[in-house]
């Protein structure tokens, strides 16, 4: 683990203003064992990334902190998992098919998005700055509501530093490796999250609105149908019913 600079990062309006939701999300025990163990794929999906990022960059000091940024996310992974293990051991929780709200709660990173080879260092500094500040924000509201659970939130406590971390050192390797245009550089970086955060809000929105709009057809178009069944199933006859004579002349035909 590194060491921070900044012991904690304030999280952002947005992440604040949904702390109600946060709180709920993660109040559910099964719920939690859930975001935990998904956390923990994208924190070791985050360092495998970093660590590709380490083989590729030319630049030395870079390297050797890539190398350790990879380690401290492996551990993050690790971490949230032996957590996750611990309460689905008191809890003897199942796998639950459940709402786990990822879109409203994701995992900190957004290091999914992540794409390492081609992209020159410049651009990988100022993606990872802003996807650890993303992190440090969430995980600080995280932390915040799981007063309920204080080994849990003892994790995020621990991994919050790293995050922190994290952030402040790419802020400064992006400053020394683009002195003048380290800015652009992550407004850049910070237009292709944002449309990548509205990709991801959209498809939530649209998988609820799929759901309502069945629901609603289910309940408005089906029982006219129904209806009409029902009422040509009463004037059917009951029994055999005599065929008229014409009708079964020929036999090389269905009717
Ligand atoms: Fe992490
Ligand atoms: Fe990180």
Redesign the pocket.
């Known amino acids: 683990m590194m060491d921070s600079a900044r012991p904690h990062e304030r999280p952002t309006a947005f992440d604040r203003m949904l702390t109600p939701v946060h709180r709920w999300i993660w109040s559910d025990t099964d719920r939690r064992v859930q975001k935990l163990l998904r956390f923990s794929e994208?924190?070791t999906d985050?360092?495998r990334d970093i660590l590709r990022a380490a083989e590729v960059t030319s630049d030395p000091l870079l390297r050797r902190l890539y190398l350790e940024h990879a380690i401290?996310?492996f551990r993050?992974?690790v971490l949230f998992r032996h957590r996750a293990a611990e309460l689905l051991k008191v809890s003897a929780s199942r796998s639950s098919p459940g709402f786990h709200g990822d879109w409203l709660a994701p995992g900190?990173?957004g290091?999914d998005d992540l794409q390492v080879d081609g992209e020159s260092d410049r651009n990988m500094l100022a993606f990872l700055h802003l996807s650890?500040k993303a992190?440090a924000s969430r995980f600080t509201v995280y932390r915040d509501v799981m007063q309920h659970d204080p080994p849990t939130r003892a994790v995020f406590e621990e991994?919050l530093h790293?995050?922190t971390f994290?952030m402040n050192y790419t802020l400064m390797q992006l400053a020394r490796v683009e002195p003048k245009r380290h800015r652009r550089h992550l407004w850049r970086a910070r237009l292709s999250r944002l449309w990548k955060a509205y990709l991801r809000l959209a498809t939530g929105l649209a998988g609820i609105l799929g759901s309502m709009l069945l629901t609603i057809q289910y309940f408005t178009l089906l029982p006219p149908f129904a209806w009409l069944a029902k009422r040509a199933a009463h004037r059917e006859r009951s029994g055999w019913t005599m065929v008229s004579p014409g009708h079964s002349d020929s036999l090389d035909r269905q009717y």
């Open positions: 994208t924190e985050g360092g401290d996310e993050h992974g900190g990173h290091l650890e992190a991994i790293d995050e994290h």
